[in-house]
Structure formats: C-alpha cells, structure tokens
C-alpha cells in the first residue's frame, strides 16, 4: 500500500514565525501536491510539483513556499505564519500521469495563535 | 473558472436509507472525476473514479456514481446507509487542460443508528 506521512499531527505556532510542514511519500511517485482544508471550503491546492526541484502554484499559493529536494519530501513551508493560516494542511502524492489517483496522507491541524 | 460543486452541506440519515448525493462540474472538456471519502480521524480515500466507458462507476462498500455528460453531473448513491459510512465526502474533478484536482466543498454525512 502507498503510504504518504506527515511529520505532525497536531502543530501550534504563534504569529510571525517560521513553520515547516514535512511529507515523505514511499511508493516512489512522481507528483506530489499540498493542499488545505477548510470547512465549507473542500480542498484548496497550494502547491504541487512534478518532479525534484520543481514546483508549480496552485489556486492558493500566497503565504506559503515549498520544497522539494528528493523525491520522496515534499516540504511546506509557511515564512512568517499569520492567524488565518490555521487549518488543516494534506499532503497527497500520485504516479505521473493524469488518470492516478491521489493518495493522501493523515493531515496536519496547524493552529496560528 | 472551473469549479466543482456539491449540494447538500450536511446530510442526515437513519439506517437502511438510501443516499444520493449530489455533484456537479463546470469543465466543457474531457475529465476525470472522483469521489473521496474521509472517515472521522482517517486519510482522505478513493471510493470511486470515472475515467471513460460505462458511466455507471462501482466503487468500494457499496457505493456508485452516474456520470450524466449532459448534466454535467456525477452523483453518488448508496442503497442502504450503515452507520460506518458515517463521514465526510469529496467530489472531485481532473481537469486535462490543468492537471489540477478541483475539489467540491465537501457533504458531512451522519447516519443514526
């Protein structure tokens, strides 16, 4: 089975800092994807990227960066959190391809105080 | 701009019911479409995909989804509800033109025993 984790389960960060959210993947996929989760809302795609070192913007990418450095991490990172970047971040990965499903991994509920 | 959209917010039922739910897409050209469901405290998980053919799509427990190309639609049904299938369901659509996975907002299903 694929699996796709993510370093935390719950995170709490105060305004203005720093935050890295990690997701490793095991099925050596090619794409992986960030997106968040909001009640009412769905998911919003934040980021994606094809392969090592690439990255495309999603619907949502401002606030936020990413990186990819080996195929397996997919590395969110929020510069300078602020108070409406608290939600619940998902981290997916999927073969190449536009008929593969996304395999998701357990979410991060970050909280910005 | 391309869109998914999901009726019903919040849905109620008592056991042995049958479900539809409803999903709508708003892409003129060829796409892939998905239902996603996320058990409380669980991954986000494939029930079922269409991708072309019989656009009756059987998926896992039970469930099924009508791809209706002229309604633009692809609702899915379940003919008896168990309280297991108590969660929150995602529809989702693949746009070729993108490769981007545009999510619905999501419909909260609570089955009573």
């Known amino acids: 089975d694929v699996k796709v984790t993510q370093s935390s389960r719950y995170l709490v960060k105060r305004t203005g800092e720093k935050v890295f959210l990690e997701c490793v993947q095991d099925?050596?996929?090619?794409?992986m994807f960030w997106y968040r989760q909001d009640p009412g809302l769905g998911l919003r795609l934040i980021y994606f990227?094809?392969?090592?070192?690439?990255?495309e913007k999603g619907d949502i990418p401002e606030g936020y960066s990413v990186s990819r450095e080996k195929k397996e991490r997919f590395s969110l990172i929020l510069e300078s959190a602020s108070t409406n970047q608290t939600s619940m971040y998902l981290c997916?990965?999927?073969?190449?391809?536009?008929?593969?499903?996304?395999?998701f991994g357990p979410g991060t509920r970050l909280t910005v105080l | 701009a391309q869109s998914v959209s999901q009726h019903n917010h919040h849905v109620i039922l008592s056991e042995a019911a049958s479900l539809e739910l409803g999903c709508n897409y708003s892409y003129g050209g060829t796409v892939n479409l998905f239902w996603y469901v996320q058990y409380p405290g669980q991954h986000l998980q494939l029930l079922l995909k269409y991708f072309s053919g019989d656009p009756l799509v059987k998926g896992i427990k039970g469930f099924e989804a009508e791809f209706i190309k002229s309604k633009f639609s692809f609702n899915l049904r379940k003919p008896s509800v168990q309280w297991s299938d108590t969660a929150e369901y995602f529809c989702?659509?693949?746009?070729?033109?993108?490769?981007?996975?545009?999510f619905g907002q999501g419909t909260t299903l609570q089955v009573k025993p």
């Open positions: 997916a990965s999927s073969l190449l391809g536009d008929y593969n499903e996304q395999f």
């Open positions: 990227s094809y392969d090592v070192k690439m990255k």
């Open positions: 099925m050596d996929h090619e794409n």
């Open positions: 989702a659509a693949l746009s070729s033109n993108t490769g981007k996975l545009i």
